[in-house]
């Protein structure tokens, strides 16, 4: 029987693919290994440089946001106080005008309450003579004796009101008519006032009624 004769099987060493060789130790390195080194020590300089930029920058930005923080409460402060004053000094001007004008109201209700006291006391006193004139023919005769002294000399007209006519020719003797060179006529005239004359002579007329007098007095204190 013939005998085939195979040759022995010899294992043949497998390449470690983790670095290590058959004794435990680390496999040489690669050509193609070692020249990417260089490439990963760029990468990570390129990162440390971009960190420390962006670091920079936000501690850049953050000092000028801080600046321009503190430039802006300034001015915001600086702007706010110079509005104060305005306002302070608008308010004083608009305290002093006020204050012109109540001192300027005030004398004029002054001034007013005066007039109205003045035009009170004239009215009183113009009623108490209408009351007086109207029971007293001394009112009437004492502005007959006062028109014939402003007229003197010839022929003068005196014109009462027909109710004092009444009481004068009733007093005929307290009148004074014996002015030398005077000729007096009493005449009664409706549209004269009671207490009251109106006198006419070649010299001028007179009017002696109670509203002619307290126009003037009026006059005179208002």
Not at 83 to 92: A, G, L
Not at 166 to 172: G, K, P, Y
Request: net charge negative; charged share 25%; glycine share 8%.
């Amino acid at each position: 029987m013939p005998v085939l004769f195979q040759p022995l099987y010899h294992p043949q060493p497998v390449p470690w693919d983790n670095g290590i060789g058959q004794n435990g130790c680390d496999a040489p390195t690669s050509p193609t290994s070692a020249a990417e080194h260089p490439s990963a020590d760029a990468e990570i300089l390129r990162q440390a440089r971009q960190e420390g930029y962006e670091a920079g920058y936000r501690d850049g930005f953050l000092a000028g946001q801080q600046e321009g923080y503190r430039h802006g409460i300034a001015a915001a402060s600086k702007q706010f106080q110079q509005e104060r004053e305005e306002w302070h000094r608008h308010i004083q001007h608009l305290t002093a005008a006020l204050g012109d004008a109540l001192r300027s109201e005030l004398a004029s209700l002054m001034a007013r309450t005066e007039e109205l006291l003045t035009e009170l006391a004239l009215e009183i006193a113009r009623k108490v003579v209408e009351v007086e004139i109207t029971s007293n023919p001394e009112v009437v005769r004492h502005a007959v004796s006062q028109a014939l002294q402003e007229l003197r000399g010839g022929t003068v007209t005196v014109r009462v009101n027909p109710d004092d006519f009444v009481l004068l020719e009733q007093h005929i003797n307290l009148l004074d008519l014996s002015a030398e060179g005077v000729t007096v006529r009493l005449v009664p005239d409706e549209s004269v006032e009671r207490g009251g004359v109106v006198a006419e002579s070649e010299q001028g007329a007179v009017d002696l009624q109670p509203t002619t007098k307290f126009a003037l007095l009026r006059t005179e204190v208002l």
